[in-house]
């Protein structure tokens, strides 16, 4: 029973062929959920840093001073936080994997808005005035 159960599948997996294929000779399989790889829109970014702080990769950097951001594509793993976290929908996750890459791939983009930081709080003291 168990060579004819084997003999079965064997003679099964060579008609279908590998379950596999050779990506990327032949294009991946890809669904309206894949997570293929993130692009960012700098017209609609408003430099709050919650995609850097979100992700767990430490995948993206933002220079405020210079305006740039910046994706790690080697560290990015595609777990699609930095997308569901910007408030700003500038984040999007799109199904098509990069091509496989042997350098390190850094993509910089300028950013045209730059949040103005928080004034410092004054102190009390000063804040109470001097009349009465
Ligand atoms: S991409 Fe979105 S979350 Fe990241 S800094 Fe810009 S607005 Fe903020
Ligand atoms: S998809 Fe995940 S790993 Fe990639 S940059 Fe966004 S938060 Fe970081």
Not at 46 to 51: I, K, P
Request: a positive charge.
């Amino acid at each position: 029973m168990g060579y004819f159960e084997m003999t079965r599948t064997v003679l099964r997996n060579l008609v279908r062929g590998p379950a596999t294929r050779q990506y990327p000779a032949v294009p991946a399989r890809t669904g309206p959920f894949t997570r293929g790889h993130v692009t960012f829109d700098p017209t609609t970014c408003r430099s709050c840093g919650l995609c850097s702080r979100r992700c767990p990769c430490e995948a993206i950097r933002i220079e405020k001073e210079e305006k740039v951001w910046e994706i790690d594509r080697m560290r990015c793993v595609a777990c699609g936080d930095c997308v569901e976290g910007c408030p700003f929908g500038s984040l999007t996750m799109e199904p098509e994997y990069f091509p496989p890459v042997v350098e390190h791939v850094v993509e910089r983009h300028t950013i045209t808005y730059v949040k103005p930081e928080k004034p410092e709080k004054k102190p009390k003291e000063e804040s109470a005035g001097t009349g009465a």
